[in-house]
């Protein structure tokens, strides 16, 4: 059977660390990258047209004509799965909120928008070569088509074949050293022996956490009661910038916030301002401000915005009494820990 938009993809599970030995039978890993999934379509013969798919099945090709430019590259009949990315020639570095910008572009500003921000795709499978469906087959085998498919074609950018091991060692490398690397979130676990499940968390996911510090300038909930920690950093100037905020506090870490939390006094940068119950949503948070005097220990991924902000919720860990807001990181720093 011929594949045809909308293709449900194969997902993935979310874990703290990567499965220890004898969990899953013949694991392989690949580098996971922090951008939009997509699937690429090519036409069945000559004339077709060259189709690009969201995760949730919307088509886009309109807005990434670079992407649809460059697969004359690719064979007819081909349907890859992989992660579409966004280099800003400006920051020097990969950008998801060029990503962002592009994803949602309009046909007229799409081509201006892809000559300043270039899409990448990065493949890490194939389901369907020459117009034969290849799902049922094994990982093995479609990893195997995969590579000669770029070797065959020669493929260049913007294609790019996923990075894969099967070595353990070198995936926890990936895991430490190469999320280091801008777009370089995690790595993601495979068994050598699956078949493609569309719609199915099948996979294994982990994302880089690192540890690191916070100013605390609001909350929801009651002092006596906080519920999640909205957090702060200083920047260059010297105010008090959000960089996102954590998911609820489990039982005992609330009292042990509120003993230390005090109602904000008058002149709190954050006076008027409105907190996003999301990063990128328009919902806002029902919020308290309270006295930015706190550091809060965190956990965070390394999913963040250019400007400072953590894209996913943050993870509580503990209050630091022992660290000044003076010393916490600057706004912009990323992971980087004030303290060790």
């Known amino acids: ?41 090519t036409p069945a013969g000559p004339g077709g047209r060259v189709l690009l798919q969201t995760r949730r099945g919307a088509l886009v090709q309109d807005r990434f004509p670079d992407l649809v430019a460059a697969a004359e590259q690719l064979p007819h009949g081909l349907v890859l799965d992989g992660e579409t990315l966004v280099w800003d020639s400006e920051a020097g570095a990969l950008s998801f909120e060029g990503l962002q910008r592009r994803a949602s572009a309009s046909s007229r500003t799409a081509a201006a928008l ?27 085998e479609r990893r195997r088509r995969l590579e000669v498919l770029f070797a065959a074609c020669e493929l260049t950018a913007p294609w790019t074949l996923c990075p894969m091991t099967t070595d353990v060692a070198k995936a926890r490398e990936w895991l430490e050293s190469w999320t280091d690397v801008s777009g370089v979130e995690g790595i993601l676990v495979k068994g050598m022996n699956q078949r493609y499940l569309p719609n199915f968390r099948g996979w294994t996911k982990i994302r880089r956490r690192d540890t690191t510090e916070a100013v605390i300038g609001a909350i929801t909930g009651t002092l006596s009661r906080p519920q999640l920690l909205v957090l702060g950093r200083h920047d260059a100037a010297g105010r008090l910038r959000t960089i996102g905020r954590t998911v609820p506090l489990r039982p005992e870490q609330a009292p042990q916030v509120s003993e230390h939390l005090a109602p904000a006094e008058p002149g709190h940068p954050w006076e008027g301002a409105l907190f996003a119950a999301a990063w990128g949503s328009r919902d806002v948070l029902d919020a308290t401000l309270v006295r930015p005097n706190l550091v809060a220990e965190i956990s965070a991924d390394r999913s963040i915005d250019h400007g400072g902000v953590y894209r996913h919720p943050l993870r509580f860990k503990r209050l630091r009494l022992d660290v000044a807001v003076e010393d916490v990181p600057t706004f912009g720093r990323g992971s980087n820990a004030a303290t060790d």
Do not use: N, S
């Open 1 to 41: 059977m011929v594949l045809q938009p909308p293709v449900q993809p194969m997902l993935a599970q979310a874990a703290e660390m990567i499965p220890p030995p004898g969990a899953l039978r013949e694991p392989a890993y690949e580098q996971k990258f922090d951008g939009h999934r997509m699937l690429v379509f």
């Open 114 to 140: 892809a000559a300043r921000l270039p899409a990448y795709f990065v493949a890490f499978d194939i389901l369907q070569a020459d117009g034969t469906e290849l799902l049922t087959l094994p990982y093995r």
